[in-house]
Each structure stands twice: as C-alpha cells, then as structure tokens.
C-alpha cells in the first residue's frame, strides 16, 4: 500500500452535475498530481499542486479545478459534468521524481 | 506531439518464464522514465526507475533496460509468476522540473500457472 488514499471509490453522476473527488497525500509528500484514466488507456496528466498553489496543469478545460490543503490532502473538482468525463480519477502524492498512486475514484457519469 | 508507446498491447507467458515488455518513447529531452504495475481495481504501483545516464537498472526479479540512441525502453521480469499478471506502463518525465510524467497506453501482461 502507498499511504495515499482517495474518496469516494465510485460514484455515479448525471451530465450537468458537479463532483468533488478527495485525496489524502502519503505522509511527508507535498506534491500531489491528479489524472484522469479512460478505460484501456494510460493515465493523462490534469494538474499538479505544489505546497497549495498549482504547479504545472495538462490539457483539460477550466471547469476541471483542484484545492491542495496547509496538510497537503487534495481535491479535484469537475464542473458542468460530460459523458466522457466517465473514468478513473488518480492522485498521486510525490517528493522529488517518484510518484506513488491511490487507488482512485471511478467516476461513471449517465 | 512527443508521445509514449508501447509496441505490444498484450502479453501471454506461462509461469516460469522470462518476460520482457518494450516500450519506444520519442522525447530527446527526457531524462527519467519509470516502469508501473496496475492490478485490476488499484492505481499503478511504482515498480523501477531508471535515469538517462545509465543503461540497465536492475531490482527484485525485475530489470530495465535504456537505450538512448534509438529511444526504446524494456522492463524485463525474471521467473514470471501469476501474480505479475497486470498492465504495466512504461513513464518519460524530465528530472529537475515539475515530474509530471507521460504515460504510454500499457501493455497487459497474462501468465498462465
């Protein structure tokens, strides 16, 4: 186990909807990357948060946002909710280059 | 655009073999690439890294091979047991800046007992 975990496990939304997806880092890690896994591919980077501020963000719309708490636990918020957002969400909490993965949420939205 | 790939999508071994997974990336300017693991139903599992100033790094039954002129990666596993049935990633980043990695599509392993 990595020490990182995520809430919820699933969760089943309606397009339009907002979903808030929570990440608590591995003790230490300061870093902490989100992704977004379709099923059959390999995870897309969406955004990285470094000591609560943004810190380098891939090629997702702004309605895909995040928060990174003084206790370096995390959200990813996703707002006004599409079909094809359905997917596996992962975070990852880091120091220096290695990464360590929760399980993640996976997101089915109807 | 630079991309991560992988040459076979899918792998069948029987248990005892040696495996060997490749991957071709295409970023000259990336210097540290990672092998992961993900089982079905969890996120993927950090198994070795290696940094482009060496060509072999080896672990627990596990070795990865870098080789930089023709940009091609290999995680090769010794003794394959069931429990490595997984999809492996292979990962490209550079060192020094933000680690945000690439990841390739995956390549699913099977080993049979």
């Known amino acids: 186990e990595t020490g990182v975990t995520q809430s919820p496990t699933h969760l089943i939304k309606t397009r339009g909807q907002q979903v808030t997806l929570r990440c608590s880092s591995q003790?230490?890690?300061?870093?902490v990357s989100w992704y977004q896994q379709a099923l059959g591919q390999g995870p897309q980077f969406i955004f990285q948060?470094?000591?609560?501020?943004?810190?380098g963000r891939g090629n997702f719309p702004p309605r895909f946002s995040g928060l990174q708490f003084p206790n370096y636990s995390s959200e990813l918020n996703v707002n006004a909710l599409e079909l094809d957002d359905s997917a596996l969400y992962l975070c990852?909490?880091?120091?220096?280059?290695?990464?360590?993965f929760g399980p993640g949420t996976r997101l089915l939205v109807l | 655009g630079e991309s991560v790939g992988l040459h076979l999508p899918t792998l069948s071994v029987q248990e005892g073999d040696n495996s060997i997974i490749n991957c071709a990336y295409s970023?000259?300017?990336?210097?540290?690439f990672i092998w992961y693991k993900q089982e079905s139903g969890k996120g993927p599992q950090f198994i070795i890294d290696?940094?482009?100033?060496?060509d072999k790094r080896q672990g627990q039954r596990v070795t990865v091979l870098l080789n930089k002129t023709v940009k091609h990666l290999s995680l090769q596993i010794a003794a394959t047991q069931p429990g490595d049935s997984a999809v492996y990633f292979c990962?490209?980043?550079?060192?020094?800046?933000?680690?945000?990695?690439?990841f390739g599509r995956g390549t699913s392993l099977i080993v049979h007992p």
């Open positions: 290696i940094r482009s100033n060496m």
């Open positions: 990962a490209e980043t550079q060192a020094g800046g933000s680690y945000i990695p690439t």
């Open positions: 970023n000259s300017a990336s210097d540290y």
């Open positions: 948060y470094y000591r609560e501020e943004e810190n």
């Open positions: 003790s230490g890690h300061n870093t």
């Open positions: 990852a909490s880091h120091i220096q280059e290695t990464q360590y």
